[in-house]
Antibody, heavy 126, light 107 residues
């Protein structure tokens, strides 16, 4: 059973860089069936999709974060990471890593997020 | 970006009630839509994908329907453990986009 675990600092100063890692256990990030994803949730607010990295290394990012965001992976450690630069208070949120899978149904593929980490809170404050 | 408009933003209901939540996409997304349940302090959980396919282990009182731009999540008989916030998420294009969420509260 695949499990995801986020790790990283809980407090980051404004203008600095936030780095989070998601450790994947019970499955490999080299599988072509999954997109390794980041989602965040500001306090008291809804969910926001951040981006993903695919086994091939291809990525897709939220346009609102693209200029500050890098998602990478380390296959040897079976983990993937988020780096967000020039953070502000608006980046304060619980950050979730997650797995979006491609599920075959008849002749088609459908996508859904089937595994989530427990989330890690990040506060941006001086 | 595809905008997802979810309604209502909150609702109060009693145990045993039938509850319906709606999500509208700003453009057609076929049936590339999932519904997620989130309880306080917990990660979301997928209930339904492909608009109407129940995720394994999810009770049959949950159902989904819709195609194109209009989607619904129905809980046929609300149970105490169903009080939570529900989100739709479109999986048709990038960036992925969530609805604003619907908080289901006890009446």
């Amino acid at each position: 059973q695949v499990q995801l675990q986020e790790s990283g600092p809980g407090l980051v100063k404004p203008s600095q860089t936030l780095s989070l890692t998601c450790i994947v256990s019970g499955g490999s990030i080299t599988s072509a069936d999954y997109y390794w994803t980041w989602v965040r949730q500001p306090p008291g607010k809804g969910l926001e999709w951040i981006g993903y990295i695919y086994y091939s290394g291809s990525t897709s990012y939220s346009p609102s974060l693209q200029s500050r965001l890098t998602i990478s992976k380390d296959t040897s450690k079976n983990q993937f990471s988020l780096i967000l630069s020039s953070v502000t208070a608006a980046d304060t949120a619980v950050y979730y890593c997650a797995r979006e899978r491609m599920a075959p149904v008849s002749r088609y593929y459908f996508y859904y997020i089937d595994v989530w980490g427990e989330g890690t809170p990040v506060t941006v404050s001086s | 970006d595809i905008q997802m408009t979810q309604s209502p933003s909150s609702l109060s209901a009693s145990v045993g009630d039938r509850v319906t939540i709606t999500c509208r996409a700003s453009e057609g997304i076929k049936n590339d839509l999932g519904w997620y349940q989130q309880k306080p302090g917990k990660a979301p959980k997928c209930l339904i994908y492909a608009a109407s396919i129940l995720q394994s282990g999810v009770p049959s009182r949950f159902s989904g329907s819709g195609f194109g731009t209009e989607f619904t999540l129905t809980i046929s008989s609300l149970q105490p453990e169903d009080f939570a916030t529900y989100y739709c998420l479109q999986h048709n294009g990038y960036p992925r986009t969530f609805g604003q969420g619907t908080k289901v509260e006890i009446k």
